[in-house]
T-cell receptor, first 113, second 115 residues
Framework: AQTVTQSQPEMSVQEAETVTLSCTYD???????LFWYKQPPSRQMILVIR??????QNATENRFSVNFQKAAKSFSLKISDSQLGDAAMYFC??????????FGAGTRLTVKP | DARVTQTPRDKVTEMGQEVTMRCQPI?????VFWYRQTMMQGLELLAY????????DSGMPKDRFSAEMPDATLATLKIQPSEPRDSAVYFC?????????????FGPGTRLTVL
């Protein structure tokens, strides 16, 4: 079964600085998708970024970018120019076609002013 | 701005009572998911529907939980009888099958407290 591991239960970053959240996954599939979701204190789950495994280019959405290392089965999220509104739980998720999504345990990000 | 809606947002009930949670998926989405989130277990998939048909409910305790989609605009999750260990946040999410990798859009969740 596919598993998703987020080894950092908590992370902290200074406002305007850059932070990287780690995620690794275990799979024997070659075709799959990876996601980062953000859950602020409002508890709403918000999609931050998506990566297709067949694409070598790392996905980018404004200040959010990923470092996708397929061979290493690693999918880290980089947040640049951190803002107070970035404080949240961040969940890494994996999905292969026709299967359900698997979530990691989450990383709580604190942004210090 | 299309969104998944869930009601109620919060529910406090006593042990043994029936609880019904409702979800309206985004119009046009054909997949619906129910998740439970707790501090100890994280996000757990309870049930998964595609085109209103249940595809996977292996994560759901069958003796007390039931999930249905009476029509394409409504999904329900019922707990009868409820127990204190059912206290959690329950999320509904919808998507368009495998489009965009199976991206899921989440509702705001129902926080259930069973006393």
């Amino acid at each position: 079964a596919q598993t998703v591991t987020q080894s950092q239960p908590e992370m902290s970053v200074q406002e305007a600085e850059t932070v990287t959240l780690s995620c690794t996954y275990d799979t024997s599939e070659s075709d799959y998708y990876l996601f980062w979701y953000k859950q602020p204190p409002s508890r709403q789950m918000i999609l931050v970024i998506r990566q297709e495994a067949y694409k070598q280019q790392n996905a980018t959405e404004n200040r959010f970018s990923v470092n996708f290392q397929k061979a290493a089965k690693s999918f880290s999220l980089k947040i640049s120019d951190s803002q107070l509104g970035d404080a949240a739980m961040y969940f890494c998720a994996y999905r292969s076609p026709y299967n359900d999504m698997r979530f990691g345990a989450g990383t709580r990000l604190t942004v210090k002013p | 701005d299309a969104r998944v809606t869930q009601t109620p947002r919060d529910k406090v009930t006593e042990m043994g009572q029936e609880v019904t949670m409702r979800c309206q998926p985004i119009l046009g989405h054909n997949t619906v998911f129910w998740y439970r989130q707790t501090m100890m277990q994280g996000l757990e998939l309870l049930a998964y529907f595609r085109n209103r048909a249940p595809l996977d409910d292996s994560g759901m305790p069958k003796d007390r939980f039931s999930a249905e989609m009476p029509d394409a605009t409504l999904a329900t999750l019922k707990i009868q009888p409820s127990e204190p260990r059912d206290s959690a946040v329950y999320f509904c999410a919808s998507g368009q099958g495998d489009l965009r990798g199976g991206e899921q859009f989440f509702g705001p969740g129902t926080r259930l407290t069973v006393l």
